[in-house]
């Protein structure tokens, strides 16, 4: 069974401007959650989205939002990029609440 | 508010050795406890979870128990391996919220030398 999938693994933009990043579930999966992991402030919750409905959402930025697709695929959109948004994007997955979270490999974010 | 605290890190381990990560959290009502891991390069991977007090999760190797007298869910491991060194992240799902939106620990750096 496939795992989660991240693209692009890695992304460098310039300040000002915006970024999608993509995620794939695993197969039969539902639920769709973000996480951005920087060294500062470790690991936080950006939202979870189960069947195309956000459901949760963390403290950021009306900058950072996103969307899932009737296939489970999620995207995340960053507009006007700051230089405090290079991190980590993981992507986790799961059958929905009270199950694991499957993460993937994560899109490593630089902003310049 | 809900939050976890675990001990800083590096641990740095001969092989063989025992592992403890110490980890305390605050949290309304009885949360569920997991420790996942990340190894270079990758993703988290759940290790083991526990859902209510007393409860012990295992996995390869590596336990916790729910303690809810103490607010603690300590990793340990009884002989560490080169291939167990890694980051260890401690988390809790909060009572009564949505399970996938998870409060993490800072992380711990395992490195476990021949």
């Known amino acids: 069974k496939a795992g989660v999938t991240q693209t692009p693994r890695y992304l460098i933009k310039t300040r000002g401007q915006q970024v999608t990043l993509s995620c794939s579930p695993i197969s039969g999966h539902r639920s769709v959650s973000w996480y951005q992991q920087t060294p500062g402030q470790g690991l936080q919750f950006l939202f979870e989205y189960f069947s195309e409905t956000q459901r949760n959402k963390g403290n950021f930025p009306g900058r950072f939002s996103g969307r899932q697709f009737s296939n489970s695929r999620s995207e995340m959109n960053v507009s006007t990029l700051e230089l405090g948004d290079s991190a980590l994007y993981l992507c986790?997955?799961?059958?929905?609440?009270?199950?694991?979270?499957?993460f993937g490999n994560g899109t490593r974010l630089t902003v310049t | 508010g809900n939050s976890v605290t675990q001990m800083e890190g590096p641990v740095t381990l001969s092989e063989e050795a025992f592992l403890t990560i110490n980890c305390t959290y605050t949290?309304?009502?009885?949360?569920?406890l997991f420790w996942y891991v990340q190894y270079p390069g990758e993703g988290l991977q759940l290790l083991l979870k526990a859902t209510k007090a007393d409860d012990k999760g295992s996995n390869k190797g590596f336990e916790a128990t729910y303690r809810k007298e103490t607010t603690s869910f300590h990793l340990e491991k009884g002989s560490v391996q080169v291939s167990d060194s890694a980051v260890y992240f401690c988390a809790l799902s909060p009572y009564g919220g949505a399970t996938n939106k998870l409060i993490f620990g800072t992380g711990t750096l395992l490195a476990v030398q021949p």
């Open positions: 986790a997955s799961s059958l929905g609440r009270d199950s694991p979270l499957h």
């Open positions: 949290a309304t009502g009885y949360p569920s």
